[in-house]
């Protein structure tokens, strides 16, 4: 009798909880008085520091060793100045400078849903800044594919290094004219020219500049 009652009563709990499943769950699971997303002035900052600070941070660990400029104490195993080194130090930049490429889009994004085209500007020049030193340090590298893991993609094709080149240019061109409008971001926002879109025009031709001459050598 009891085993009757269980069978009698899964199918009617199965179908209680079908119907129970409306079209609207998403909006009703989804606080209305929060943000979905990041928006550009907060993700700016905390962006560019890390990528400085993942820099700065294989510069003293690695470059600096090996140059006998300084002596990190966090290589226990004293192999770095032998250069013995480890894979690990390559992937942490890999692994840094992408992650933050996430952020930098997200900005962009964050540019076009608020008619702010200064941080899509700045976005786009920090993209080329970060490309320009992932193809540099480990040649052909995931461009156009690359940051599409919400779509799915966890296995972009890695592009050659030329046309990583070309896509960094037109990053840098369309910022320039982006940035022609001189669209008010808020300062604070900002640590590198605390909210002048004007210096970060010359900054983007600049580097445009710089990676000109790289590939023309």
Do not use: H
């Not at 600070?53 to 990190?72: D, F, G, K």
């Not at 971001?185 to 580097?207: E, H, M």
């Amino acid at each position: 009798m009891k085993n009757l009652r269980r069978s009698a009563i899964l199918p009617l709990a199965i179908l209680i909880g079908l119907s129970s499943c409306k079209k609207d769950f998403k909006e009703i699971n989804t606080n209305p008085n929060t943000i979905s997303f990041a928006l550009p002035q907060t993700l700016l900052a905390p962006a560019i520091t890390s990528v400085v600070s993942a820099n700065m941070n294989r510069s003293q660990r690695v470059n600096n060793e090996l140059m006998q400029v300084t002596v990190n104490m966090g290589d226990t195993e004293g192999k770095i100045f032998r250069y013995e080194v480890r894979s690990g130090e390559g992937d942490y930049l890999w692994n840094s400078w992408y992650r933050e490429l996430t952020n930098f889009k997200d900005i962009y994004q964050g540019g076009e849903d608020n008619l702010n085209d200064s941080y899509k500007g700045i976005s786009l020049i920090c993209q080329a800044w970060v490309y320009s030193l992932i193809t540099d340090t480990y040649g052909d590298a995931p461009y156009l594919e690359s940051n599409k893991g919400r779509e799915g993609n966890m296995t972009p094709v890695f592009d050659l290094q030329k046309d990583i080149y070309l896509g960094i240019f037109e990053k840098l061109e369309e910022a320039n004219n982006l940035l022609k409008t001189n669209t008010a971001i808020l300062g604070t926002s900002d640590p590198i020219y605390q909210g002048n879109v004007a210096r970060w025009r010359k900054f983007g031709n600049s580097l445009y500049l710089r990676l000109l001459l790289r590939v023309s050598a």
